[in-house]
Nanobody, 123 residues
Framework: QVQLVESGGGLVQAGGSLRLSCAAS????????MGWFRQAPGKEREFVAA????????YYADSVKGRFTISTDNAKNTVYLQMNSLTPEDTAVYYC????????????????WGQGTQVTVPS
């Protein structure tokens, strides 16, 4: 059974940085796509970034392009989201997700989801 466990969230001042981690287990992810999504209070879940687990092809939402970087450590079965230049608009619960194919789109049609980790950037 696939499990995704996020960590690394917290409170950070505007302009600061955080690195989120997603530990994946339960299968081989070499042909999978991994994504990060977020949901702010009162808003719908939105796409942040995606990566093809092998080959490191990436895709980003316009709102985070140039500030966030998604990456993988295949040896550790872990996906990262490095977040720089954070603003209060980045405040949300961040979710890791996995699906069996990579496509450069913002669709939320992922098969597996983590429980989320809170990121708070006070105004």
């Amino acid at each position: 059974q696939v499990q995704l466990v996020e960590s690394g969230g917290g409170l950070v001042q505007a302009g600061g940085s955080l690195r989120l981690s997603c530990a994946a287990s339960g299968r081989t992810f070499s042909n999978y796509a991994m994504g990060w999504f977020r949901q702010a209070p009162g808003k719908e879940r939105e796409f942040v970034a995606a990566i093809r687990y092998s080959g490191s092809i990436t895709y980003y939402a316009d709102s985070v392009k140039g500030r966030f970087t998604i990456s993988t450590d295949n040896a550790k079965n872990t996906v990262y989201l490095q977040m720089n230049s954070l603003t209060p608009e980045d405040t949300a619960v961040y979710y890791c997700a996995a699906r069996a194919y990579y496509r450069a789109d913002a669709s939320s049609s992922y098969d597996y989801w983590g429980q989320g980790t809170q990121v708070t950037v006070p105004s």
